[in-house]
């Protein structure tokens, strides 16, 4: 069973940064795609970045120069550097692990950028 914890979400002013962390209890975390998706209040799930094992990166469009994703295979980790945040950023922040026919969330994490 994959378990996905993130961490890391909060109350944060605009123009601010934020790193959420999201820890994987499973053994194929080095080879698995790993990514982040945000949900919005009223607003479908969408793809904010994710790395491959290979530690090629995809950025959505909104996000691209903002925020980094990175991994650290040693820890099971992946992590989301967020910064210059903006309002339209407030969203619930979820990490993703996808390999073979396996395809795991976390519970969400919630980033709130307001001043």
């Known amino acids: 069973q994959v378990q996905l914890v993130e961490s890391g979400g909060g109350l944060v002013q605009p123009g601010g940064s934020l790193r959420l962390s999201c820890a994987a209890s499973v053994s194929i975390f080095s080879v698995a795609a790993m990514g982040w998706y945000r949900q919005a209040p009223g607003k479908q799930r969408e793809l904010v970045a994710v790395?491959?094992?290979?530690?090629?990166?995809n950025y959505a469009d909104s996000v691209k120069g903002r925020f980094t994703i990175s991994r650290d295979n040693a820890k099971d980790t992946v992590y989301l550097q967020m910064n210059s945040l903006k309002p339209e950023d407030t969203a619930v922040y979820y990490c993703?692990?996808?390999?073979?026919?396996?395809?795991?969330w976390g519970q969400g994490t919630l980033v709130t950028v307001s001043s």
């Open positions: 790395i491959i094992d290979g530690g090629r990166t």
């Open positions: 993703n692990l996808r390999y073979r026919a396996l395809d795991a």
